[in-house]
């Protein structure tokens, strides 16, 4: 049907001259045209202009009746549920005449306007729309069949889910055995919208797809080696992708499968090889990844290793052959948001720092983030990283024949990635490294000063993948000049190694911790002189390497000329940042590590800062009460100011204890923590509770007489769906219940049944698991009668968690506690008593009248049962618990 509308001749000049000037490079007239645009929105037959000049008017150039059409697209994005009945009868009568519009451009622009009403105005509201584009699939016409596949293909990357649902009586039964004809279509271009249509229902495991999954799988292998780039890539990944969903249909083929993307991995088309290259990284996460791929590493290894090797597009885009560019200002859309990562409360474990959360700071993707953020040069990095944790040391016997050619390679590019492979298998073939290292690592060490910037910022990161094993050696051969050098890469002229050095010296700190103490004057010499020097995208990574190094090297920090050099800087940076700046963030994380560290050292700086962040709380807290009464007029507020705030006010907490009473005194804090803890967003909530239990310790007579109110808030916190939150929330309530005494038995019931339920529940995090068993045994040891008859409950998984972490404050209230019930219950602890005798075992030195409650309750054990029956008992002891316990209590 053909509506009667027809433009007026004046209006389309004037739209037609407006679309002219939008193309002009000049910003003042974009943004006088974007304001015409929104003014011609009031008219209700704007729509039609725009959808008449993409498909009517044909005198004009191609670039200017596309940017009409994709204009339309925006307005149906924004306004589609105002469009009067006839004129979006109007689009969809022009676009489906026109699909088939001998320009590849405007087909393409027709595709995008029909797939963005399908899923704006929904697709059950436009029931002609898929038989008639999988009608016109056959038309003897290529234009008009290859502009039905490809917005066939858009509605199928959309509208998947759609597709595949009741509502629209499941028009891909129909559908997928359609597309997949056309998988031998003479011209690639249709090809490879059919093969992408189907793509996108492999993952989802599409009833209609597994019907045909053998006929799909064949037609693949047909097209294995099409002429066409674009549809091997499709190829590709649709194999990768099942692998994941249908592992069981490709297993008989694996052998040729394998032996294909091989040779694909190589192809002549990057787009190709890096499909190809995530073949590897999928297959490493599957179980049968070492059975099928044995065989074939010798083959493989190189290829990845060749993988890895920038190519010359990679040089030309991050400005390979640019050696200083320290003086340069940053583009400011180069720096990427940082995410605050909320406070958590963490116990220490017996040999080890805290290294607790989930450790992934020194990924891959760290070398060249400013590039199109995936390659294949990544891809095959993190395929070989992968590969090194499945077969460990096995896969060296492929690696180190290359090593050996690339590490000492003429060319640059060639020793960078040698560099770049040293690092990737680091963590899975560690064991089969260390031999190599005594003379890998001065080479490393040689290469950080080498002319060539990229080869200085890759050989940062590969050395701080092997930190843990400089750590671990005699420090003057390897920690410290490593240290010298990174120091100075610190200083470099080139931004990229700054960043590199930066990040990796954030490591090596973990690894070192106090092993720094004795250099601290002359790290911080450097990370100051930094400060003067780093534009501004490094300035946060330097923020992190400062708020790393308190956490290292702890209360060691703590000396007037250590404070002198340190602090200047820091609180100047302070100063100049507005309220609103988001570097607050890094600078306000740091100095929550500084402040903890330095403690009484911080005590002149901490007034300015705590009322900041009470300020920053409050701010926040306001524009939100704001944008919740009334949303279009006010914007939402950026939590993480306050998050940021409350987890710096968690530092000076820690750090300064007691002397913060009289700041805490001053402020109205507590009742913006009530508000804070009631708030929607989890990371609010368990910043929060991080703050209380820290306030609990510090100064307990502020906090009182809010418990009432706080209790029923942290009971319902015990969630753990939100693991940090209930976390928090459980550690905060153990510091209150020692502060409280007695006095706790009212709220006992409100939390007792929660925690219990945490401890037997499977797949706990042991984080959580800990902290949940402290909070117990402190609740058990203030209110002991509230407690102990639960103690069958939770006395086994109590004892489990809490063996491994190391003596401690928290650890003796814990354990008094379970002492105390156990002399209340004896009864709930028989079954499981080789449990508690493990956990008593595991302390190196109780106090001494700790010591005598371990002795009562194994003696009072040993005689309740008899000698006999005791004897019988601990023969099921392993040899290690036999002799700790005949040892430090005298039971044999």
Request: proline content about 5%.
């Amino acid at each position: 049907m053909e509506c009667a509308w027809k433009p007026d001749e004046q209006g389309l000049q004037q739209i037609l001259q407006l679309l002219k000037e939008s193309q002009s490079p000049d910003t003042s007239t974009q943004r006088s045209v974007q304001q015409r645009l929104e003014q011609l929105n009031q008219f209700p037959d704007f729509n039609n202009y725009l959808i008449f000049v993409l498909t009517k008017l044909k005198s004009e150039d191609e670039p200017t009746r596309s940017l009409s059409g994709l204009i339309l697209k925006t307005n149906v994005k924004s306004h589609y549920q105002n469009f009067p009945p006839g004129v979006s009868d109007f689009i969809k009568v022009a676009c489906l005449q026109n699909i088939g519009d001998p320009s590849a451009l405007i087909r393409a622009t027709v595709g995008i306007l029909i797939t963005t009403i399908a899923s704006k105005g929904k697709l059950q509201n436009w029931p002609e729309l898929l038989p008639k584009l999988c009608q016109l699939l056959d038309s003897e016409d290529y234009n008009t069949c290859e502009g039905a596949f490809g917005a066939l293909q858009k509605i199928c990357e959309d509208s998947a889910e759609v597709l595949d649902s009741e509502m629209l009586d499941r028009p891909l039964n129909f559908m997928i055995p359609k597309f997949l004809q056309f998988f031998k279509h003479s011209s690639p271009s249709i090809r490879s919208h059919a093969i992408a249509c189907v793509n996108q229902f492999i993952i989802s495991r599409t009833q209609a797809l597994m019907l045909h999954i053998d006929a799909f799988i064949e037609n693949l292998f047909a097209l294995a080696t099409d002429e066409e780039a674009e549809v091997r890539k499709n190829v590709c990944r649709a194999l990768v992708m099942l692998l994941e969903v249908r592992l069981d249909r490709l297993l008989p083929h694996m052998h040729s499968i394998v032996e294909y993307m091989l040779q694909r991995t190589q192809d002549q088309d990057e787009n190709v090889a890096l499909e190809a290259c995530e073949f590897w990284l999928t297959l490493a996460e599957q179980p049968v990844c070492k059975e099928v791929l044995c065989g074939h590493l010798s083959k493989l290894t190189p290829v990845l290793v060749k993988g890895m090797k920038y190519s010359e597009i990679d040089i030309i885009m991050l400005k390979g052959d640019i050696e200083e560019d320290e003086a340069i200002p940053d583009n400011e859309q180069d720096i990427r948001p940082r995410f605050h990562r909320s406070r958590t409360v963490a116990q220490q474990h017996e040999g080890d720092g805290i290294k607790e959360q989930d450790e992934d700071d020194d990924d891959l993707d760290d070398d060249d983030d400013t590039i199109s953020n995936w390659n294949l040069r990544k891809c095959s990095a993190a395929a070989l990283d992968i590969l090194a944790n499945v077969f460990r040391d096995d896969l060296l016997l492929h690696i180190l024949p290359l090593l050996k050619e690339l590490l000492f390679h003429p060319e640059w590019v060639v020793k960078e990635s040698g560099i770049l492979v040293l690092g990737a298998i680091a963590e899975g073939c560690m064991q089969g490294m260390i031999p190599y290292l005594p003379e890998l690592i001065p080479h490393l060490v040689q290469c950080l000063s080498d002319k060539k910037a990229l080869v200085r910022s890759i050989t940062c990161w590969t050395l701080s993948r092997y930190a843990h094993w400089v750590v671990s050696q005699p420090p003057d051969i390897y920690l410290k000049p490593l240290m010298t050098e990174l120091l100075k890469r610190i200083l470099d002229s080139n931004k990229r190694v700054q960043e590199a050095a930066c990040s990796a010296f954030a490591t090596l700190e973990e690894e070192a911790c106090t092993e720094l103490v004795p250099y601290l004057a002359f790290i911080l010499d450097t990370l100051v002189f930094a400060f003067n020097k780093y534009q501004h995208k490094n300035l946060l990574i330097l923020y992190d390497a400062i708020g790393t190094l308190a956490d290292s090297v702890g209360h060691h920090l703590n000396k007037p000329e250590y404070i002198q050099m340190l602090m200047p800087p820091l609180i100047e940076k302070w100063n100049q940042l507005k309220d609103e700046d988001k570097d607050l963030f890094p600078l306000l994380e740091c100095l929550s590590s500084v402040a903890t560290a330095l403690q009484s050292g911080f005590l002149p700086y901490c007034e300015p800062v705590y009322q900041r962040c009470v300020n920053l709380v409050q701010k926040t807290l306001a524009q939100a009460m704001l944008y919740q009464s009334q949303p279009e007029q006010y914007e939402a507020p950026e939590k993480d100011f306050m998050i940021v705030a409350l987890d710096l006010l968690s530092g000076l907490a820690e750090g300064l204890g007691g002397t913060i009473e009289q700041l805490v005194a001053r402020s109205n804090i507590l009742t913006l923590m009530y508000q804070c803890m009631q708030d929607k967003m989890p990371e609010v909530r368990q910043s929060s509770f991080a703050l209380l239990g820290d306030l609990a310790k510090a100064c307990f007579q502020h906090v009182k007489p809010c418990i009432a109110d706080f209790m029923p808030i942290l009971g319902t916190n015990l969630n753990p769906e939100f693991i940090s939150v209930c976390n928090n929330a459980t550690w905060a309530i153990g510091e209150i219940a020692i502060q409280m005494g007695p006095e706790m038995r009212p709220y006992v019931a409100v939390v007792l049944h929660q925690l219990v339920e945490i401890i037997n529940r499977p797949n706990t995090p042991k984080t959580l698991l800990e902290n949940t068993a402290i909070t117990i045994g402190r609740l058990g040891y203030v209110c002991p009668q509230e407690v102990a008859p639960m103690l069958q409950q939770f006395i086994r998984p109590w004892c489990t968690s809490l063996r491994n972490i190391r003596d401690n404050e928290e650890k003796d209230s814990a354990f008094r506690g379970i002492c105390t019930m156990i002399s209340v219950n004896p009864g709930g602890v028989v079954q499981d008593f080789i449990f508690f005798c493990d956990a008593v075992a595991s302390w190196v030195n109780p106090k001494e009248d700790l010591r005598d409650m371990f002795y009562k309750i194994l003696h009072g054990f040993k005689n309740q049962v008899g000698e006999e029956n005791w004897r019988q008992f601990s023969d099921q002891f392993p040899v290690p618990l036999k002799e700790r316990l005949a040892t430090f209590y005298g039971v044999f």
